[in-house]
């Protein structure tokens, strides 16, 4: 699969977990140990506007302040709708999937830190839905490109604390690529 392709699955796919969210249940917990769905939601947005900082030059510092520190406004969806049209133009813009970017995790590839974005809602999608005991399916050739992706840190993903409780031991390496990726990021179905 294309990268911007995946992109723009992943993309449609978080909104469709988002668009399930009925204005009274921004403040039930989340998935995600000490969130709400709001907090969530308001992540995945930061996340957003991070990846379409970085594209256009910031610093990490700076694009981090620029994703977080403008506040996320009074409509969820909306800013998500803003915040994904922004990635995804950032990432499509020519030349951008070659740069290298000043990432926390150090210096990566556009196209490394687009299957981190690919993850973080294809994960969070999941998250949305199981937080408000919806069916939470993973697109299986999404899952199959995040867990394929170059993914310098993978060993940090699958330690304990990092995502949740981290892996349980009990997923056999057999199972559904879903199941293990769900599994690796401490997520249990």
Not at 40 to 51: Q, Y
Not at 57 to 66: E, F, K, R
Not at 100 to 115: E, T, W, Y
Request: net charge negative; aromatic share 8%; proline share 6%.
């Amino acid at each position: 699969m294309e990268p911007l392709e995946a992109l723009t699955r992943a993309t449609a796919r978080y909104a469709q977990a988002l668009a399930m969210v009925a204005p009274n249940e921004w403040g039930s917990p989340s998935t995600c140990s000490d969130w709400r769905v709001r907090d969530l939601a308001d992540h995945v947005v930061g996340g957003n506007r991070f990846a379409a900082a970085l594209l256009a030059g910031h610093a990490t510092q700076d694009a981090y302040l620029a994703a977080f520190d403008g506040g996320f406004g009074d409509d969820p969806h909306r800013e998500f709708d803003v915040s994904a049209a922004a990635q995804l133009t950032a990432f499509a813009t020519a030349g951008s999937l070659d740069r290298l970017l000043p990432h926390p995790v150090g210096r990566i590839s556009a196209r490394v830190f687009l299957g981190f974005r690919v993850g973080d809602l294809l994960l969070h999608g999941w998250d949305v839905a199981r937080s408000l005991g919806k069916e939470a399916t993973l697109d299986e050739e999404l899952v199959s490109e995040v867990w394929h992706s170059p993914q310098p840190f993978r060993e940090g993903v699958a330690m304990p604390g990092q995502f949740g409780v981290g892996p349980s031991g009990d997923v056999a390496d057999d199972a559904p690529l879903a199941d293990r990726l769900l599994d690796a990021t401490g997520r249990r179905r």
